[in-house]
């Protein structure tokens, strides 16, 4: 009793599954209406189900034998039979019911009623012209041939029919390059192309080299895979594989997929190119090097001259010993890393690379010219996984945080400020593992850790990104409200990013938390103070005029929008997109009284203007 309780309890009611519409359509079926007489028995056990690719020719006759339609040629049709999707292609009732009752290789005859082919209420298919859907009909189906198959288009015009499995997961993409095994048929078996002796037919993904439909397909398949790619008219595009195609209705494309290189476009723009030349051990990108790992790689550095001049080979220039180093130190160029970071044990790649990712930002070897592309040869020996901090002791895990904070600080100093910025995160975020065990760890780790953060917003702020070097210096404040070098560094993020207000406060803070910082909070206020000064005179100049005219005067302003150009009072008049200044004789710029709105077009061009006004003493100003 007790297990059959347990059971009760533990049983979930599945959810009902959706109807869809063909199970909808099929309840419309009334005994008699749809009649099957089988004609030629098929080969097989199965039957077609939802999301087969069916293959089949129809005759459509009346009850006297006169043939309305055909596939057939020698009943008038095109001699190509017909191919739908079951579940996915639209079809009239009678076929959807009985195709799926039918055996490969058999011919049956199927009596419908109106409601059973085009007369049916709403029928999905559009009935052909002078067609007699008011009349009980025979449809004679021959069905060739059914397997599953992949759907490519939604609207069905590229099917694919996988015939051998390939070999993992890696398919093609632009711009990848491939080779491969490819025949073409028309739609009633024609040859009209072949290309399966000598050489695999080569291009590359991306560059309309294959008809359009062809390509799609072949998107989804894997190294060694065989495959049919069935592809409708409207996605046969000329291309030099096949260059005509009027008067094609649907081509069967034969595929091998023999091979293909791995091209990748790493900025997007054509201009970082990374070209695999022979493949590495392992799966990508599972078995790529991690940020922080040591990689040990041979290269050659060629200049991208009609010489191809060798500049460098560790194994000529290196007495030929590979080239060490740490991924994400800065210790190579950003394009040279960048692309061994996608680099499997073992593999070897070709890498073109632009001045600005390899030698015009990097230490330049003598025989290389400013702005001269490059290409390097890269072969990836190894590398070795960043330290695992797990079972390490505190002291032991300090000393790892500690050289990479080292190392973040010469990046730093450098100009790397992504790159320092991502070994000081590193460490915070493997702090997040760490518990300290006594005071004097828990205040080592804190002030470890507050350093790191400083440092981020130091590196935020270089980069100009002053709110995230605000958001770095509060994690320092909510743990430590009273440390005076995260009120200097908050304050100076304030005053890059116009709120002096602010950085007056942080400033002035730092006094009172601690005396010995007093000179530099000095300094930072009457840096604070020139910088307010400065942009008071500039807000003078600018706005020069705007306050002096009578009521109901209007005084025209120039101001330079972010894209450098002039906004006056006429080209706002013209310019749909700026905001108007409204007028409002009961509003004022004054903060606590939402002052803003009036001046809303005027603030979004300039962020701190509501403080300069203020300190012009213009913050009480009646909007004319």
């Known amino acids: 009793m007790a297990s059959e309780e347990d059971t009760e309890q533990s049983y979930v009611p599945q959810k009902k599954k959706s109807e869809s519409e063909d199970d ?35 005759t459509v006759r009346t009850l006297d034998g006169v043939v309305v339609e055909s596939t057939r040629s020698e009943h008038g049709g095109k001699g190509i039979p017909i191919r739908n999707v079951l579940g996915k292609s639209k079809m009239i009732l009678g076929l959807l019911e009985g195709i799926p009752t039918m055996l490969k290789g058999e011919v049956a005859m199927f009596k419908m009623m109106p409601q059973m082919h085009y007369g049916e209420e709403d029928c999905p298919v559009p009935a052909p012209s002078s067609f007699p859907k008011e009349d009980d009909l ?17 609207d069905l015009g590229v099917l694919k029919k ?51 439909g062809l390509e799609m397909g072949i998107g989804t398949m894997t190294r060694k895979e065989k495959a049919v790619v069935y592809v409708t008219n409207q996605y046969l595009t000329p291309s030099p594989l096949l260059p005509m195609i009027e008067g094609y209705e649907e081509v069967h494309f034969e595929v091998e997929l023999v091979h293909f290189i791995q091209v990748r476009d790493m900025l997007g723009d054509g201009r970082l190119i990374k070209r695999r030349l022979h493949d590495g ?51 190579v160029p950003e394009g040279f890393e960048m692309c061994v970071r996608l680099m499997l044990p073992g593999e070897i790649a070709l890498v073109t690379c632009p001045p600005d990712y390899a030698y015009d930002r990097f230490s330049r070897p003598p025989s290389v010219p400013e702005g001269a592309h490059v290409q390097w040869e890269i072969e990836l020996l190894g590398f070795e ?35 320092a910025k991502a070994k000081y995160e590193k460490v915070l975020r493997e702090f997040n593992h760490v518990n300290p065990q006594t005071d004097e760890e828990g205040k080592v780790f804190l002030d470890t850790r507050n350093s790191l953060h400083l440092n981020v917003a130091a590196c935020f702020l270089k980069m100009g990104e002053c709110r995230k070097s605000i958001d770095a210096c509060n994690k320092v404040l909510d743990a430590t409200p009273v440390h005076a070098k995260a009120l200097y560094r908050r304050g100076m993020a304030y005053m890059a990013a116009g709120d002096f207000e602010e950085a007056r406060s942080d400033f002035q803070m730092m006094i009172k938390v601690d005396k010995s910082s007093e000179p530099d ?7 604070l103070k020139k910088q307010e000064q400065e942009v008071e005179r500039k807000a ?72 300069t006004f203020s300190a012009l003493g213009l913050d009480r100003c009646t909007i004319l």
């Not at 099957?36 to 028995?41: I, N, S, T, Y």
């Not at 077609?48 to 089949?56: E, V």
């Not at 909070?521 to 840096?527: H, M, P, Q, S, V």
Request: aromatic content about 10%; overall charge negative.
């Open 24 to 58: 909808k359509r099929r309840k419309k079926i009334v005994p008699g209406s749809l009649m099957k007489a089988l004609m030629r028995p098929g080969g097989g056990e199965s039957n077609p189900s939802d999301g087969d690719q069916i293959i089949y020719h129809c």
């Open 138 to 154: 025979h449809f004679e189906i021959e069905l060739i041939d059914f397997s599953k198959a992949k759907v490519v288009s939604d």
């Open 162 to 212: 996988v015939i051998d499995e390939g070999q993992g997961w890696e398919s093609p993409r632009e711009p990848y390059e491939v080779k491969a095994w490819i025949s073409a048929k028309t739609g009633d078996g024609k040859l009209i192309m072949s290309h399966t002796e000598g050489e695999p037919y080569f291009f590359t993904f991306g560059k309309c080299e294959v008809p359009k």
């Open 281 to 331: 051990k392992g799966d990508f990108p599972m078995d790529c090097p991690l940020h922080d790992s040591l990689l040990r790689v041979h290269y050659k550095g060629m200049l991208l001259n009609e010489e191809k001049t060798v500049f460098y080979d560790t194994r000529v220039d290196n007495q030929g010993e590979p080239l060490e180093f740490s991924s994400g130190e800065g210790m």
């Open 385 to 419: 996984m960043p330290k695992d901090w797990t079972g390490l002791n505190f002291q032991e895990i300090m000393d790892e945080a500690e050289k990479i904070r080292v190392t973040g600080n010469r990046l730093f100093k450098s100009g790397k400020f992504e790159l």
């Open 521 to 527: 909070a000095t300094a930072a206020l009457a840096k």
């Open 540 to 611: 003078r100049k600018q706005f020069k005029g705007l306050f002096d005219k009578k009521p109901g005067e209007i005084a025209e302003v120039q101001v330079e929008d972010r894209a450098g150009r002039e906004i006056t009072g006429e080209n706002q008049k013209n310019d749909l997109s700026a905001p108007l200044l409204e007028r409002d004789d009961s509003q004022h710029f004054n903060e606590a009284d939402g002052g803003q709105y009036g001046m809303g077009w005027f603030y979004s061009l300039w962020p701190p203007g509501r403080r």
